[in-house]
């Protein structure tokens, strides 16, 4: 999940003199909003400071980043704004893409931390990337797109497809630079029913994801407002399922059996109580899976704009203690 | 769900000379806009056009309609706000407020039509009521009110108990002026995970629902986005559960077990296929829930703008031709 960013003054201090596409898009400044969480808080993994639609953008659609999110002034919305979409030159350190600045962030990173921390690489889920494509922005329920899904049903799985081939490239090429594992965002395939998802979301995340595992590294997929498809995302093929803040992890570790892992899912929200309440939440959350041995904790999706530092702090060190009273009792030790 | 709107030609004449708003609060106007969709389609009953948010302002809180969507000017943002609410005059006939048109529209439309065509009431959830009220317009996942929650727990309780007295009156206003059903529409109850829902949305559903079940009227509960939520949602005393299209009917209805009734559950998003395909998915649901008797045929959200009549025809067509097959043979019949 997203890590650095609004929250934090010393990229609030770097914004000042950069927009967010420039942070994202020149290597020295990337990897210096990647390494501030890390080096404040201390985290086990760092991930990349990016975002997933530079991808599309490489591809041939300029995406605007403003004050209510991202947008594509040209949407994709006839058969020649689709034929004009080309492969992507994930390598290509053209500022105005920025696919190849990321690859080289990931490397940068990969050398100057310690073997002990995982770099994350990332990319957007072909659906979720098309809906931002094919509608301009994503409203409410996704309407846009699920009308267009009935409406337009082979155009929208061309889009897909062209996306999780370009997707997959770029996933690989991570690996290749250095990611010690990648996360796939649909984060938008939840407003699909269960049918709709395995015809317009599933087989293009299976694609993106494929060669990244045959690189050797870990996937991990993650969608919000997911818990009804939370069956069918294990067949994506990724290694671990990241889950909103919805679905209790309990649950959702009951629901699936063994033989995946589970990342999440605090909620980004709650790091809006006090520091007391957000330790009692998050020991709540690690003490109800507790003993699972295929756990990666996380919040349930980025890090909110405003969040108190004293919030991730106290975060943090619920899971600390919690690690340390989990240990394994040295022999002859008293405790309980 | 809303049955009339944007898509019929003979609503958009209207809209033509009047606004939104004067449609909803002018009880000649309402009742000739919610008979619209019966008129044309012979629907088995009868939703009152109205909106949610006219509640809120007769409590003292002025909403706007905007084409984004409804917005309070001056949302509840500080004690003084909160306290400036006052409790509701549901029968005034003020139209600046709106409230005591639509009991007047229920009376005229139970009148009106056959005993055998339903007239239906609702209200919003006193959750998805309090997320309005206090961001000025819902974004997203509801982040505004969901970091509340956490940073201001109390206020938000303050709000929401309210706002469920006040609808608790309006709905028990509504069946004794002559709705046979009435919904509680808790929209955005969805963006919740269980244990935020039943401190903070599922209370107030239930002092919500209280009443007009008391006054004898079959309840409905709709939340958006909610499957992670169904097994709670039953806690809330409704006698009937809605579902929106991302949870197949089966499913809901093997994790609930009997006892209650479905409502549901077509992606309006799917009337923008074909009529063919309109017939297929409709025919595919039916048979989905199949000898169920306690099903009430409905799309999963309300319908969009710009959807074509002809697939609102198809899905009709298929109900009807659903419902004559289902019935059982008379005796010495050969049909299997």
Redesign the interface.
Known sequence: MRQAGRYLPEYQEMRKRHSFAQLCTTPDLAVEVSLQPYRRFGFDAVIVFYDILFLAQSMGAPVEFTEAGPVFRRPVAEERDLDALHPPDVHGLDPRTGTGAILRVIGSLRSELPRSTAVLGFAGGPFTMAGYLLGGA?E??G?RI??????RPSFVHRLCERLAAATAEYLEAQVAAGADAVQLFDTWA???????FREFALPYEKAALKKAAEAGAPTILYI??G??LLEDMRSSGAAVLSLD????LARARSRLGGGISLQGNL?P?????TPE?VLRLTRSMLESLSGDPAYIVNLG?GI?PETPISSVEAFVRAVKEFQAREKPPSPGSSES
């Open positions: 994503f409410r329920s309407e699920r009308r267009l899904i009935h409406d939840g407003v699909l029913g269960p049918e709709a919000n407002g818990s009804h803040w919805r679905e209790p909620d929200a709650a790091l809006f109580a309440e999706h909110l």
